[in-house]
């Protein structure tokens, strides 16, 4: 089955979805609170048709179908009563957090659909999951299958402790304690200092085991948890940069094309694992894929953390500086407030241009396992 076209309709879909769904949030919290919201568009602008008006808010359809926008009364303009600069920033700052919060419950949600279909993950282990051949862990007898008790005398409880762990004993003899088949065994590696591209020092690809989910409620709070560590790993990134234990190249980010042939790429191994379990008949060996899914959880959080962030023209611009007023007791001045974020917009759009020519013309090469 061609899949390209499929592939390319779920990356606009999931694209425009997740912003129009972070749009969302921040208008059911200002209808909430009752800040006045002028226009919320489906799409970007121009527009084609305005489609009714609810509650003083004009609901349009826009050209270009790439998620949604609101245009809140004196967004900018504290002058303007009813308007949201005018509003105490108490009540600002809910209605800024609430496009991300849509993101990350979104991620919750996905993660649930997920963890129905694979079973949940037992965090309390950590299982080898892949072997790189000629790895240090082929040479010391590691398996696919193998649950790591122990790592250098510690108990090994997560899989970012036995990461780290590792890179603290680069070149060095690392103990391990792991469980086969209900036995224990002890087993001694030597993580590499320079590791092939897309390996890691001892080769290997690890995870949790999986037991399946009783039910679909049964997968929230994993999912919840799932998320939150997700985030911490987004946020602990340049540190971990920094300290080594995750390299440069493991940690670039994809831009649109990249993303774009990561969905052609995931959508066509979904529909094929698919495909190849239907015909399987009873083999229980063929497991279908949900590539796609994981992919959509990656985006919608991504989104969700970078508008978080203290960055002229992001959300969490806005609300760093709600947080000031809040603190100094004094409203800063609406024109330097503009003018920051003006600024900050164009150099944004300008490193974003440059970001999205470079990774069109050399994309990152992302190959799921």
């Known amino acids: 089955m061609n899949t390209t076209i499929l592939g390319g309709i779920v990356f ?8 129009l769904l972070h749009e969302l949030g921040h208008f059911i919290v200002a209808k909430l609170l009752h800040i006045e919201v002028e226009e919320f568009g489906f799409g970007f602008p121009p527009r084609i048709v305005k ?8 609901f349009t359809l826009n050209w270009i179908p790439l998620g949604g926008f609101n245009k809140l009364k004196g967004e900018n303009d504290p002058s303007q009563s009813g308007g949201f600069a005018a509003t105490n920033p108490w009540r600002r700052i809910p209605v800024l957090l609430a496009g991300a919060t849509m993101n990350i419950l979104t991620a919750v949600f996905v993660y649930t659909l997920f963890f129905s279909q694979v079973g949940l993950p037992d965090q309390r282990k950590v299982v080898v999951s892949l072997i790189a051949a000629n790895s240090p862990a082929e040479q010391a007898g ?6 790591v008790i122990s790592a250098g005398e510690q108990a090994v409880k997560s899989t970012q402790q036995l990461i780290n762990i590792t890179y603290t004993s680069l070149g060095k003899p690392l103990p391990l304690v792991i469980e086969r ?16 591209a897309g390996e890691g020092p001892m080769g290997v690809s690890i995870g949790n085991p999986i037991v399946p989910a009783k039910s679909w409620f049964n997968t929230i709070p994993t999912s919840f948890a799932t998320v939150g560590s997700d985030i911490d790993s987004l946020l602990s990134l340049p540190g971990r940069i920094i300290a080594g234990t995750v390299s440069p ?6 831009g649109p094309r990249s993303i774009w042939n990561l969905f052609q790429q995931s959508v066509s191994r979904d529909v094929t694992s698919r495909e190849q379990s239907g015909s399987a008949g009873g083999n229980t060996a063929a497991m279908p894929t949900n590539y796609t899914l994981l992919v959509i959880i990656s985006l919608t959080l991504t989104v969700g953390v970078v508008n978080l962030l203290p960055i002229p023209a992001l959300d969490g611009w806005h609300i760093f500086m709600s947080l000031v007023e809040i603190v100094i ?19 944004l759009v300008s490193l974003l241009g440059f970001f999205y020519i470079k990774d069109f013309i050399n994309p990152i090469n992302i190959t799921l396992p």
């Not at 606009?12 to 912003?19: E, P, R, S």
């Not at 489609?51 to 004009?58: H, I, S, V, Y």
């Not at 590691?142 to 649950?147: A, R, S, Y």
């Open 51 to 58: 489609l009714f008006t609810w509650k003083g808010t004009d």
């Open 142 to 147: 590691l398996k696919t299958g193998d649950v």
């Open 12 to 19: 606009v879909a999931v694209f425009a979805g997740i912003i």
């Open 181 to 196: 088949n209900g036995q224990q065994m002890d087993i001694s590696v030597t993580p590499r200092t320079n590791p092939p």
């Open 249 to 254: 190249q493991d940690a670039q980010i994809a």
């Open 329 to 347: 007791r004094k409203r800063i001045p609406a024109k330097y407030q503009v003018a920051i974020n003006s600024i900050g917009f164009l150099v």
